[in-house]
Every structure is written in C-alpha cells, then in structure tokens.
C-alpha cells in the first residue's frame, strides 16, 4: 500500500530506515547541546522533551528539509510540503508517563488574531495555540522520527486505524470509540519514521521496562494559514 493510500485509509504507517546510523549521532549531540533551557520539558528533575526544535536547532531544521524526510512528506501532502512545527520526547525511567487517548487538534501561531473558524484558544509555554478549521487538520502530517528501537515494553504509541476521518472527536466520543475498537500498538525500529495524521486517535502507556525512547516529532502542512494568521516555526 502507498503511503499517500495508507495515510488515508488508516491514518498511519510506519517507515523502517529513514535514519542512518551518523544521522542518529548528530541528532543526539543536538539534542544533547544545541536546545535552548527554557525550551526544554522536565518532570522533576528529568528532562522529558522540548519545544521550538525548528526555530531552535540548526540540525532539526537540516533534518526536516532533508530528502529522506522530504520523501515522506511530498507523497502525501504535495511538493509545497513544509515544516510547521518541531517536538522532543522521551521516556526513562525517571520520566516515564502515560499519555490519554486524544487527538492533535491545534497549531502554534505567532500571534492571536480573531479569525473565523478559528478557536478556541490556548497559550503553552508562552505561545498562542488554536484550533484551526477541520480541513487545516486533515491536511497536515506528523512525522515521528525515532532516534531509538520502540518496543512493546518501552511505552510505544497506540492508535485507533482510521479514527481520524471522524474529524474533531469529543471527549465522550473518544471513550466510546477506544472501548469499541481494537487498539493498534505501533512498534518503530531505531531509525524508522512513523506518519500520522494529527486527528487520529493516539494514546501510549507508561513504559514498563523503561529505557530511551527518543522522537522527534515533525508537523507538516501544505498551505499558509488565513486571516493574517502565521505559523509559529515556519
């Protein structure tokens, strides 16, 4: 099945090799020394993920332009395909958490502006969040990039296969569809990619044999925002 297929049928694939072994070493000194502290996640003490990768590291943003990368974005969302955002996770045995059964629903932006269709709003860490219109979500792509093997045992993500052509689901509606549908786990080899659309169902478990499990997580779209509305990393 072709991904552009695949991603519209059940919403994800998983790509083996998209990293090569000196990519994975540049990316981890990267995330090692180039972030910035203030962007950086912390549970206690430990350090769990990052903000801002695109507008904060030169190595995300080579990455996110790079032709592998590139070669999984264009078949999906077209040629004019670009980055609009950049996260960091993790999960150790210090930072282990589990995540509830939700969908990616809103976009970083620049600045708030009263748009139509657009709400509501949220600010994270400082920067405006919205929810766009439904065909802004349908027509984006995550790509989660991993710098290490995810495993059963190492809090992989789940997914429900084709909940995202429900649109924006609400909350009882989620715990209706996650009771009815069989959870897919989706274990990722050191290097692989896994794409996702952002409205599908997505939840992972607290790892139970806790080791790295390192994303990085790249957010494409294909179109400008409207209404003077700008996207925070592009």
Known sequence: MSLSK????????????????????????????????????????????????LRDSAAIRALATS?????????????????????????TPSANWPVVWHQDRTVAVREKRDVPGFGPWTVKAGVPHVQPPLTIMENMLTIRLHVDECQETNGPLRIIAGSHRAGFVDDKSIQSLTKEARPVTCIVPQGGAMLMRPLLLHSSARATKPNHRRVIHLEFAATPLTGGLEWFEQ
């Open 67 to 91: 032709a592998n990368v590139r070669s999984l974005a264009e078949p999906v969302l077209g040629a004019k395909a670009f980055a609009v955002r950049g996260l960091f996770f993790d999960k």
């Open 6 to 53: 695949a991603l519209t049928e059940d919403g994800y694939a998983i790509v083996p090799g998209v990293l090569t072994a000196e990519t994975i070493a540049s990316l981890t000194q990267a995330l090692d020394n180039e972030l910035p502290t203030d962007d950086i996640l912390h549970k206690g003490t430990a350090v769990y993920g990052a903000r801002n990768l």
